[in-house]
């Protein structure tokens, strides 16, 4: 019956048959005249009508569905919310893009087993696969017969590009991909009902001190085509590792090549200062790799209108640095700083700067570390901003280049980048305590656990990023400990919080 579907009318007359026969268990709403349908906001297909010029919606002992617009609702995302399901914790949508409204997708996001279903591939099908389980007496939703896993859009995205196939349907949907958001595609389709391996990206297991906020956005895209599920993050940690932007081979090259073009094409907003020769950086008292030395040598700092300015040279006022946050930070040779940030009240500011790996001499993450020590000792975070300098210059030159095509370049800028500072709504990763490392086969997180007892970390190698790490919203963390110092390996790829003993 899910497989072809019968046509619409057969399926208002079941409907009001069994309304007829059991108007206890069943009510049939007004429908909608053919002007109400022509004033929605979408197209409303005929076979659609045909059943919405009879049913507005029905609503049994167990559920409530509506088929149209009522008072402020609207529809949204390529999809129209039928009703709820899971008393209330999930959502039933149908697509109404293109010649046919669907597929039917239920959304249940919550609890230990989440749970997506495609359960028709068209309205009229949902609808009469409805009436004929109410017929049955099984009243419950369809479970899914068939299984399909969802995609990271990130590894759709980069996956065509490496194949230089621009005209795949699915990238074509996702653009450029996010690290919190999969993909469902609903085309060829095993059969119906059919569940949908996924699982949201952030954990309520773990309690934070605004556990709760989190939620799952879902869009129908492509008319039809796919089913685009993004998990918001909000007072709940990260669930499961990411799929990260690859930051290509040549990042450095790339930036320098695009803040140039920038910075020629728009000189009111983006300004560079020259970089300086491999003489000069020879006698810096860190060892600089090549890459960093790539950008160095073409530029020395970055303005771009609506962003703090980046100081990539040594010895800028921006770079000054409190000596008891320089000790908490771990000192010269750890990181370089890279710019100040200000919170955008003017009362605190952070610190952005490249953490170095003492041993190796590697530079490697960017982070924004708060520039207020007393503040850092009594709540220690911080914010994951960038895989290297590299990366963060392609960043923002991306959303320059993205600022540039509209109007109030600095206004688009400065809110584009709020993730600049510490815990600005951005996910957080789950601070943990090194002791449930021990034994690990990763050396890197074997090696923490070596760390002072009561310190708490967190793998960043599979974060979004930008990523919120806040130590002291972890369970574990004592409510009145104070930091002693963060502790950053791999030139930033694992950070951890060292407590004050006793």
Known sequence: MYDAGPQAAEAVRALRELAQERPDELELFEGFTDAELDGWAVAVPEEVRVVLREIGGLETEDHEYRF?????????????????????????????????????VAVNPWGADPDVTVEAPDFTAWLAGFAERLADGVPDRPRGRFSVPAASTVELAERAAVAGDGGDELAALVGRGDSLTDLVDLHGLPGYPCSVDWEPYFSTFHNTADTGSSEVQFQIVGDGRALLLRSVVSGDFLGRAVRRHRVPADAARRAVAELRALAAEFPDHVVLEAGCADSVVDGWAVPVPEDVRTVLREIGGVAIAGLPA???????????????????????????????????????????????????????????????GAKLREYPELALLAESLADLLLTLARLARRAAAGPDFAARMARDTRWLFPNTGEPWPRPAPVGEWAGSADPLLAAATELPDGTHAADLRAVPIPSDLCF??????????RLERLHFAAAGQLAAAVPVRG
């Open 310 to 372: 980046l100081r990539l040279l040594p010895g800028a006022p921006e770079h000054t640095v409190d000596p008891e946050l320089h000790r908490m930070l771990g000192g010269d040779g750890a990181y370089w700083p890279l710019a100040r940030i200000g919170n955008g009240n003017g009362r605190s500011h952070a610190l952005a700067q490249i953490r170095i790996d003492p041993v190796t001499g590697q530079w490697g993450y960017v982070v924004s570390v708060p520039g207020d």
């Open 472 to 481: 002291y919203r972890a369970a574990g963390w004592p409510y009145a400990a």
């Open 68 to 104: 149209g617009p009522r008072g402020r609702e609207t529809f949204t995302d390529g999809c129209w919310t039928l009703g709820e399901t899971d008393f209330g914790e999930g959502s039933l949508v149908v697509g109404v893009g293109g010649a046919r409204w669907g597929p039917v």
